[in-house]
C-alpha cells in the first residue's frame, strides 16, 4: 500500500495506459480522480477500479481547458480531503509532415498536450504548495509528485510526427524547467518516456506487434505494466530526491533507432 490514502489525479485515463496507472495507483491504496474527454469510457474505468476494491472518481471533460483543470485539482480536494499526484497523460496524436500539417491540426496537438500539461502543473503545484504536507512527504520531504506523458519520440525523430514529436520534447523540457519552481515548495516533477505500447488503440493494428518486435533491441513492445512500473517508481517515496528527469521505456529503441516500415 505505497499509496495509501494519498491522493492522484490522472487525465486521459479511460483506457491504455492512463487506465493502468489508475488502477494500478488504486490498488496501491491510493485514491484517484479520474479523467476522460469520453464521459462514457471515464465512468467505466472508475466503475471497474472501485469493482476491484479501489477508491475512484469519473471527472470527464476536455484536459486542455484552463478552467476545467481547475475543477479538476478543486473537485479532487472536495471528494479526497487533498491532493498529493498529478499525473498529465492525456494526449492527442494527428499524423502528417511539415508540408501537409493544418493550423487547426497544429493548435489541437498543441492544446492538449502541452498547454493542457502546462497547466495542470500550474493548478496541481499550486495546490501541494497551499496544503499541509502528509505523513508520507514530511518523512521524504515531498509536498506532492507530479508526472509528465511525453514519449521516445521527443528525442528521436520518427515519420509522420513533426508536431507530436515537438510537444513531447517540450514535455520534457517542462520537467526539467519546473524544477526551479517547484522544488522549493518540495515537489518533485518528472516525465515518462514510453517506447511501442501495447494497447487497445495499437493493438487494432495486425501490425504493430511483429513490426516492433523486430526493431526493439529486446524483442517486444512494451506492455501498459512496463510503463505502470517505472511511473510509479517516479511517484514513490524512493524517487523522492529525483526530480526533472525523464525515465525512457523503450526496450532500447532509442539506442539503435531503427525506424518502422
Request: hydrophobic share 45%.
Amino acid at each position: 500500500m505505497t499509496f495509501h490514502n494519498q491522493t492522484a489525479i490522472i487525465t486521459g485515463a479511460g483506457q491504455g495506459i492512463g487506465f493502468a496507472m489508475a488502477s494500478e495507483l488504486a490498488r496501491q491504496g491510493a485514491n484517484v480522480l479520474l479523467n476522460d474527454f469520453d464521459p462514457e469510457l471515464a465512468r467505466q474505468a472508475a466503475a471497474a477500479i472501485q469493482q476491484a476494491g479501489g477508491r475512484c472518481a469519473a471527472l470527464p471533460g476536455d484536459a486542455s481547458d484552463v478552467t476545467f483543470i481547475r475543477q479538476m485539482v478543486a473537485t479532487a480536494v472536495d471528494l479526497f480531503g487533498r491532493l498529493d499526484m498529478a499525473i498529465a497523460n492525456a494526449g492527442i496524436t494527428v499524423f502528417g509532415d511539415v508540408f501537409t500539417t493544418t493550423p487547426e491540426a497544429f493548435q489541437t496537438i498543441v492544446d492538449l498536450n502541452l498547454r493542457g500539461s502546462f497547466f495542470l502543473v500550474q493548478a496541481a503545484a499550486t495546490q501541494m504548495r497551499a496544503q499541509p504536507r502528509s505523513l508520507v512527504g514530511n518523512e521524504q520531504g515531498i509536498a506532492g509528485r507530479i508526472l509528465l506523458m511525453s514519449s521516445v519520440v521527443g528525442q528521436l525523430g520518427h515519420p509522420g510526427l513533426p508536431v507530436y514529436s515537438m510537444t513531447k520534447a517540450g514535455l520534457q523540457m517542462l520537467a526539467r524547467q519546473s524544477v526551479i519552481d517547484l522544488s522549493p515548495a518540495g515537489i518533485t516533477i518528472n516525465a515518462v518516456a514510453p517506447g511501442a505500447t501495447l494497447t487497445e488503440r495499437t493493438t487494432d493494428d495486425p501490425d504493430y506487434i511483429p513490426i516492433w518486435s523486430r526493431i526493439t533491441p529486446m524483442g517486444r513492445p512494451a506492455t501498459v505494466a512496463d510503463i505502470t512500473a517505472a511511473a510509479l517508481f517516479l511517484l514513490s517515496p524512493q524517487a523522492s530526491h529525483i526530480t526533472g528527469q525523464t525515465l525512457t521505456i523503450d526496450g532500447g529503441w532509442t539506442s539503435v533507432g531503427v525506424p518502422p516500415e
